[in-house]
């Protein structure tokens, strides 16, 4: 976790980049709603990831296949919602990205711009 400075900075790539010359550590960890995202960026958590795992932990899936593209933008729409600094980094659930290289930047892109997610 970065070192508390008083003001809240955005953590970006430059930052992450940064924190490892400086040879700081960098804490991520995995939220998949707005109350426990808001809990870890305001512990100083550095990267939030939204996994595809939210189809075990949130669903009570067997496995992560059945989470759809939808259900991952929702889960990082939370997320998003609910950081002032961390990074906010989602998984491409299985099937939006194996076909072809078209389909794997179109659902990258549509996570982005639809969930507001930096990553």
Not at 25 to 49: F, H, P
């Amino acid at each position: 976790m970065s070192k508390a400075t008083g003001e809240i900075k955005k953590i970006t790539t430059h930052v992450i980049q940064a924190m490892k010359e400086r040879g700081e550590k960098i804490a991520m960890l995995t939220a998949y709603d707005y109350s426990m995202a808001r809990i870890l960026d305001e512990a100083g958590v550095d990267i939030l990831l939204v996994g595809d795992s939210a189809s075990n932990v949130m669903a009570g899936h067997e496995t992560t296949l059945p989470i759809t593209l939808d259900q991952m933008i929702y889960h990082a729409q939370s997320v998003v919602r609910a950081v002032n600094r961390a990074m906010v980094v989602v998984d491409l659930p299985f099937g939006s990205y194996q076909s072809n290289s078209e389909i794997a930047l179109s659902s990258a892109i549509r996570i982005m711009k639809e969930s507001g997610a930096h990553a």
